[in-house]
């Protein structure tokens, strides 16, 4: 059997397996609503974060209602629980081009096995469907295993002390924050002490600190929590100039910027809430 005929089988006995692995979750609303109550609210929140290690590639909506009132009003209402449930995904984190199909079916009254009463089955078609595809593992053709491993990136810190020129972005790699909040998560604080400590020494540079945001539509990360303004990569931006300030970075060498959500990164939405800093003058002299 040759290399390319075995890859071909992998691979479509991945899409086999993948097709079979999709994650199903279901929301139910009261009777005329497509807002959730708290307790399922709570429900699907819980299951968005059940997705955090998910490689999301596509997830698709399917609003139902159950068979009371006209047709046309419930086509419409079951298009609004479809959307409700879209913009919930969207302000946590589950970027929009991901959510590939939201509609609505209408009215629906399905058998439940072992149910006779009317209202309950009624309960259980006022619902939206959640259907999440996860990505097929990758299936490395053989000539690929034979290629070198990429080179670990470098420590910011360590990336500071070389050298530098007018124009260059160094990325805080690392430095996370919380959704909706300008302060680092716990576990990037001695990385940005790492980095503090490479800017003081490095008293030639100049930069301009850059705060983004994550890029999802209608997303929260655009308003700072605390403050409730809408301003929050700027904040980000702030909290690291005063940090960097208080370990002893001269204010003169530094101005910070909030670039709102211009520039994502392409990736999980967590790397778009960085900070980087861009080098705007290098003194020779020094």
Same mark, same amino acid.
């Given at each position: 059997?040759?290399?390319?005929?075995?890859?071909?089988?992998?691979?479509?006995?991945?899409?086999?397996?993948?097709?079979?692995?999709?994650?199903?979750?279901?929301?139910?609303?009261?009777?005329?609503? *497509?807002?959730?109550?708290?307790?399922?609210?709570?429900?699907?929140?819980?299951?968005?974060?059940?997705?955090?290690?998910?490689?999301?590639?596509?997830?698709?909506?399917?609003?139902?209602?159950?068979?009371?009132?006209?047709?046309?009003?419930?086509?419409?209402?079951?298009?609004?629980?479809?959307?409700?449930?879209?913009?919930?995904?969207?302000?946590?984190?589950?970027?929009?081009?991901?959510?590939?199909?939201?509609?609505?079916?209408?009215?629906?009254?399905?058998?439940?096995?072992?149910?006779?009463?009317?209202?309950?089955?009624?309960?259980?078609?006022?619902?939206?469907?959640?259907?999440?595809?996860?990505?097929?593992?990758?299936?490395?053709?053989?000539?690929?295993?034979?290629?070198?491993?990429?080179?670990?990136?470098?420590?910011?810190?360590?990336?500071?002390?070389?050298?530098?020129?007018?124009?260059?972005?160094?990325?805080?790699?690392?430095?996370?924050?919380?959704?909706?909040?300008?302060?680092?998560?716990?576990?990037?604080?001695?990385?940005?002490?790492?980095?503090?400590?490479?800017?003081?020494?490095?008293?030639?540079?100049?930069?301009?600190?850059?705060?983004?945001?994550?890029?999802?539509?209608?997303?929260?990360?655009?308003?700072?929590?605390?403050?409730?303004?809408?301003?929050?990569?700027?904040?980000?931006?702030?909290?690291?100039?005063?940090?960097?300030?208080?370990?002893?970075?001269?204010?003169?060498?530094?101005?910070?910027?909030?670039?709102?959500?211009?520039?994502?990164?392409?990736?999980?939405?967590? *790397?778009?809430?960085?900070?980087?800093?861009?080098?705007?003058?290098?003194?020779?002299?020094?």
């Amino acid at each position: 059997m040759n290399k390319l005929f075995t890859f071909i089988i992998l691979l479509l006995y991945g899409s086999m397996v993948h097709a079979q692995n999709n994650i199903t979750h279901d929301v139910y609303f009261e009777t005329d609503k *497509y807002d959730l109550i708290p307790t399922e609210e709570n429900r699907l929140l819980l299951f968005i974060s059940s997705l955090a290690d998910v490689d999301i590639e596509s997830v698709a909506i399917f609003g139902f209602c159950d068979d009371v009132g006209a047709a046309s009003y419930n086509l419409k209402l079951s298009r609004q629980r479809a959307e409700a449930i879209k913009t919930i995904f969207s302000n946590h984190e589950i970027s929009e081009s991901l959510i590939t199909n939201v509609d609505g079916k209408g009215e629906v009254l399905l058998k439940i096995v072992n149910e006779k009463n009317i209202s309950k089955i009624r309960g259980l078609n006022r619902k939206v469907e959640i259907i999440i595809n996860p990505k097929p593992p990758i299936i490395k053709k053989v000539e690929e295993e034979t290629q070198p491993v990429e080179e670990k990136k470098k420590p910011t810190a360590e990336v500071i002390k070389g050298k530098l020129n007018v124009g260059d972005k160094i990325r805080f790699e690392n430095i996370l924050f919380k959704t909706g909040y300008s302060t680092v998560t716990p576990e990037s604080k001695k990385i940005l002490e790492d980095i503090a400590n490479s800017l003081v020494e490095r008293k030639d540079i100049y930069f301009t600190i850059q705060g983004h945001v994550c890029c999802t539509q209608f997303s929260r990360d655009a308003v700072d929590r605390k403050t409730k303004k809408r301003n929050l990569s700027e904040a980000r931006a702030k909290y690291v100039y005063d940090y960097l300030a208080k370990k002893g970075v001269s204010k003169k060498r530094m101005r910070y910027l909030g670039m709102r959500r211009k520039f994502p990164l392409g990736g999980d939405p967590k *790397y778009d809430r960085r900070v980087e800093i861009v080098i705007t003058y290098v003194d020779e002299k020094n």
